[in-house]
């Protein structure tokens, strides 16, 4: 696969605004392993190689179990995430696919058994920005690993 084209060369003033968003969320209240869990869902879910390939990396540095990493994908069978990363998986899911009736009640209730109204928020940008990168990556084709090193990514120990 060959990459399309770089966006940060083409639009670097967007590129670098939507990367500060992202750096905004991250350094936010919400624990950062729930955010790599979304990262890694939704990337999984639009079937994003590079940002997939990037989170599982930076999840494994920040100290995620691999067995975890590998049950991202089969969350709801898996009994290794607990209720609060089971709802955020949820979210993930539903704001990732919309529905075409939109979110259901009984969903959003249940997030909201987990989460305060401000975590909502910041889980829905979560969410958002991923859903962004996704789309960005995919539609120009940018390579899984391009950025390791850049990134310190090479460090994660899964080559």
């Known amino acids: 696969m060959t990459q399309r084209l770089n966006a940060a060369e083409q639009c670097p003033q967007l590129f670098k605004k939507f990367a500060e968003v992202g750096m905004l969320l991250k350094s936010g209240g919400m624990e950062r392993s729930i955010i790599n869990l979304i990262e890694i869902r939704a990337s999984q879910m639009n079937g994003c190689g590079f940002c997939l390939d990037m989170h599982v990396k930076q999840a494994k540095i920040q100290g995620e179990r691999e067995l975890r990493l590998h049950h991202v994908a089969i ?4 009994t290794l995430f607990s209720p609060r ?9 539903v704001l990732t696919r919309l529905p075409e009736d939109g979110v259901p009640d009984h969903l959003y209730e249940h997030v909201r058994e987990q989460f305060s109204e401000k975590e909502i928020t910041e889980l829905s940008f979560a969410v958002m920005m991923i859903n962004g990168w996704n789309r960005l990556n995919v539609g120009f084709r ?7 090193k850049a990134y310190g990514l090479d460090k994660a120990g899964l080559d």
């Open 75 to 78: 969350w709801r069978e898996s």
């Open 85 to 93: 990363e089971r709802a955020a998986l949820a979210w993930t899911e």
């Open 142 to 148: 940018t390579t899984p690993g391009l950025l390791d």
